[in-house]
Each structure stands twice: as C-alpha cells, then as structure tokens.
C-alpha cells in the first residue's frame, strides 16, 4: 500500500516562504509523474507543480512560475515544493500525489496515490 504523507504548511504573511514535504513509503512500482496539487474553498482542484521521474523535467502552472520550486530526493522517497513570494490567492490546501500510470503529469485523475493534504494559509 502506497503512503503519501505531506507536512509543512501553515500561515504565513503574504510575501513570505513556506516549505512543503511529502514522504511517500510502500511504493513496489517507479513513478512516472509526482506532483503537488491544491484545492481552495469553492474552487476545483488545480495542478501546482510536477516532476516527470522518467525526464526530471518540471512543470508549473503559470501563476507559480518564479515562486516555486519542485525537487525530490531518489529514489523517489520525498517531494518537496519550496514555496516563496506567497500571495493570499496562493491560500489552499495542498496534497502530494503520484502516477504509476502515464505521462501525463499534469492530468490529476492519472494521479492514483494522494497524500491527505496540509493546509497553507496566506494572509494579506
């Protein structure tokens, strides 16, 4: 069983950094995609950040860019999202996941293992 546990968040002001870790443990199979999502309230579920594990190549959604940062360490035990410049519009909460499944990094419902969430709060 696949175990995906995130900590890190909390509240910050805006301007400020956060850290976001996200141990994964009883993986059998190598990843394809990991990725960090969020979930404001009212709001759907957008992709963050992913790393393809085949490439290393990330990616970031466009309100992000320059104020993220996505890493892991090998063998693919931990995801990390460095998190500076934060805006309130950045307030959500936010899960690891990962895909065994395809390449396709971005698309959340390839996503099959998440972690439970750790909540950021960003005040203006």
């Known amino acids: 069983q696949v175990h995906l546990v995130e900590s890190g968040g909390g509240s910050v002001q805006a301007g400020g950094s956060l850290s976001l870790s996200c141990a994964v443990s009883?993986?059998?199979?190598?990843?394809?995609?990991m990725g960090w999502f969020r979930q404001a309230p009212g709001k759907e579920r957008e992709w963050v950040a992913t790393i393809n594990t085949g490439t290393g190549g990330k990616s970031y959604v466009d309100s992000v860019k320059g104020r993220f940062t996505i890493s892991q360490e090998n063998p693919q035990t931990t995801l990390y999202l460095q998190m500076n410049s934060l805006k309130p519009e950045d307030t959500a909460m936010y899960y690891c996941?990962?895909?065994?499944?395809?390449?396709?990094?971005?698309?959340?419902?390839?996503?099959?293992?998440w972690g439970q969430g750790t909540q950021v709060t960003v005040s203006a």
């Open positions: 009883g993986h059998r199979f190598s990843s394809r995609c």
């Open positions: 996941a990962r895909n065994e499944r395809s390449w396709a990094c971005a698309t959340a419902d390839d996503y099959a293992y």
